[in-house]
């Protein structure tokens, strides 16, 4: 069974770091994109990252971009997300997914909808 699942979630006061864990199990193509969301309470889930598996390529929203850094262990299928200056609106649900067959540009565009798979949310509360 292909799956992901996110982990790593916290508490944090401002200004610290925390990273998150996206272990993705069962993949059987290499050609895959995994992106980080995030849904704070009463707001729409926000694309904030993607790294693509075949080349490590990155990319950033301008939300987190200086502050938030994405990385992956293919050795450990695992896609981490270290978040550092944290600030209190950041205080979401995150959650990793997966896209297949796509350039990295293009699945920094996809809605949140369109993404093949999806790991279960982990909670980051960033405190003032």
């Known amino acids: 069974e292909v799956q992901l699942q996110a982990s790593g979630g916290g508490f944090m006061q401002a200004g610290g770091s925390l990273r998150l864990s996206c272990a993705a199990s069962?993949?059987?193509?290499?050609?895959?994109?995994i992106g980080w969301f995030r849904q704070a309470p009463g707001k729409e889930r926000e694309w904030i990252s993607c790294?693509?598996?075949?080349?490590?390529?990155?990319l950033y929203a301008d939300s987190v971009k200086g502050r938030f850094t994405v990385s992956s262990d293919n050795s450990k299928n695992t896609v981490y997300l270290q978040m550092s200056s944290l600030k209190p609106e950041d205080t979401a649900v995150y959650h990793c997914?997966?896209?297949?067959?796509?350039?990295?540009?293009?699945?920094?565009?996809?809605?949140?909808?369109?993404?093949?798979?999806w790991g279960q949310g982990t909670l980051v509360t960033v405190s003032s």
């Open positions: 790294i693509s598996n075949s080349d490590g390529r990155a």
């Open positions: 997914a997966a896209v297949w067959y796509m350039t990295i540009f293009q699945a920094m565009r996809l809605p949140a909808e369109k993404w093949h798979l």
């Open positions: 069962g993949m059987t193509n290499d050609d895959y994109i």
